[in-house]
């Protein structure tokens, strides 16, 4: 595991892709870096996947300094769904999500401010929604 965490900050691109499996405990450090690396914690997403259920889920905690302001980035908790919808074999709506998400961040219009922007929750998972439907209408 330390070396692991040694190569995320070396060599990052080498992790483009990868699925990784350990203990919670150490899943939960290496996701702290893993978050770093892209920016916030709040694009990290997460899932537990046994042989017959699966629990999918943003890796960051409940953040309850933040309660009731509508500034919490969505990202993690909007792409744990896509990734929900993957597992239910819903392919397209698994890939609307990520593009629209993706587009939504590129632009940077409505984000969050902890990736630059000054959206509220509300605004960026709109956003989302609205560019999620429009691909899923094409």
């Known amino acids: 595991i330390d070396n692991m965490a040694q190569q995320m900050v070396i060599a990052t691109e080498q992790f483009n892709g990868a699925v990784l499996v350990s203990t919670n405990l150490f899943m939960d450090i290496i996701s702290e870096l893993a978050s770093a690396l892209v920016g916030s914690i709040g694009l990290i997403y997460s899932a537990n996947i046994g042989d017959n259920y699966a629990m999918f889920e943003a890796a960051h905690g409940s953040a309850p300094q933040f309660a009731g302001q509508n500034k919490v980035n969505p990202t993690a908790t909007v792409l744990s769904g896509a990734w929900m919808a993957d597992y239910m074999g819903e392919r397209d709506v698994r890939d609307a999500i990520f593009a629209a998400t993706e587009q939504v961040i590129n632009e940077g219009k409505t984000v969050t401010w902890d990736i630059g922007g000054d959206a509220s929750t509300t605004q960026m998972t ?13």
């Open 126 to 138: 709109d956003a989302i929604i609205t560019y999620a439907k429009e691909k899923l209408r094409k």
